[in-house]
């Protein structure tokens, strides 16, 4: 069953590194590391990382804050 909820962040690091991370702390059971994680392991889903899509590739943290306040 599907939630529903979407997660949309900002980070300077490459989107493969952090689909790694949110893996890791899922399959560590680590909560506290990571949005995705808590919600994963709290509401026992099982998170799609799969299908996580880039919205934009556009560098500089006042860009990527305007563009989540937004998207929000």
Do not use: F, W
């Not at 979407?6 to 989107?15: E, M, P």
């Not at 991370?21 to 990382?49: F, M, W």
């Amino acid at each position: 069953m599907l939630c529903g909820k979407v997660y949309i962040g900002q980070s300077g690091r490459s989107i493969n590194l952090l689909i790694i991370e949110h893996n890791r702390y899922i399959g560590l059971a680590q909560p506290d590391q990571s949005a995705v994680a808590e919600h994963s392991i709290n509401h026992e889903h099982t998170t799609k990382l799969q299908d996580t899509e880039l919205i934009s590739a556009k560098m500089g943290i006042k860009y990527r804050l305007i563009k989540c306040a937004v998207l929000a």
